[in-house]
């Protein structure tokens, strides 16, 4: 959006927004703040950048609340592992874009070209945590969570569906999709052992990044072990396989 608008025309947006988001500020001026670009601000504590820290608080607080809550008997470690694959700056962006938020951002001259479909990804993400943020300011943690859980909520179901059975494999195929756009591939690394008794080495590859392979007792045990280690690997762990 230009910087210069009328009032009528930014009031016109900030009811558009509100309609598209299903939620009606009682201060309208948070959203103005959460969807103003640094761009389009007069100085940089009057963009939404400091909106954009609060509301990354905001969803993380709320997607491990969800977490702790669906998957009781999942220790520490499993935990981080769901929430990397639930929200990620690529899902937020997702998110925004559902929304169509970026048709109203408020950006500066030099960048008041940008069609809400030409938005960079970056920039989506950005807005749909500060606006996050402006929720939580304006209604609580209630009305945060009340929004966040609509796009969320199917997210973690999704997720659950397959962590709830050991299905590693399934986890990684959403995590590729949303980070890499691209579904995981198994290649046959190495066996060894009698054919009645083989082993299997077994490694993901997204794209051109092949991940660490992992062995099995069977090309099954081991797809799912080469998974865990991919995933282990995107999120920065510790493998949970050797490799070797």
């Known amino acids: 959006m230009p910087q210069e608008l009328s009032l009528n025309t930014e ?4 009811e558009e927004c509100q309609k598209a988001i299903g939620y009606q500020f009682r201060q309208p001026e948070l959203l103005r703040a959460s969807l103003t670009h640094a761009s389009g601000a007069n100085t940089r504590l009057a963009s939404n950048e400091r909106m954009e820290f ?16 669906r998957f009781p008997d999942y220790q520490e470690g499993d935990l981080t592992k769901i929430k ?14 559902a929304l169509n938020l970026g048709a109203y951002i408020f950006l500066g001259k030099g960048m008041d070209h940008l069609h809400a479909s030409a938005v960079p990804s970056s ?33 973690i179901e999704a997720v659950a569906e397959g962590a709830h059975g050991g299905n590693f494999k399934s986890l990684l195929q959403q995590v590729a999709q949303r980070e890499f756009n691209s579904t995981p591939q198994y290649v046959l690394l190495d066996e060894k052992g009698p054919d009645h008794s ?4 077994i ?22 072990r080469a998974a865990m280690n991919a995933l282990a690997q ?9 490799h070797d």
């Open 84 to 97: 990397s694959v639930v929200v990620s700056r690529r899902t937020c962006a997702r998110f925004s874009r």
């Open 234 to 242: 995107v999120n920065g762990e510790p493998l949970p396989f050797e």
């Open 11 to 14: 009031a016109e947006i900030l």
């Open 198 to 201: 083989k082993c299997f080495k």
């Open 123 to 155: 920039m989506l993400a950005d807005v749909y945590e500060s606006l996050v943020a402006a929720i939580y300011l304006d209604g609580g943690l209630e009305a945060a969570r009340t929004f966040i859980l609509k796009q969320l909520g199917p997210e």
């Open 203 to 224: 490694a993901a590859v997204i794209g051109r990044h092949t991940f660490a392979g992992a062995w099995g007792r069977n090309k099954k045990e081991a797809e799912q």
């Open 54 to 69: 609060l509301g990354d608080a905001v969803l993380g607080l709320v997607t491990c609340e969800q977490l702790y809550q």
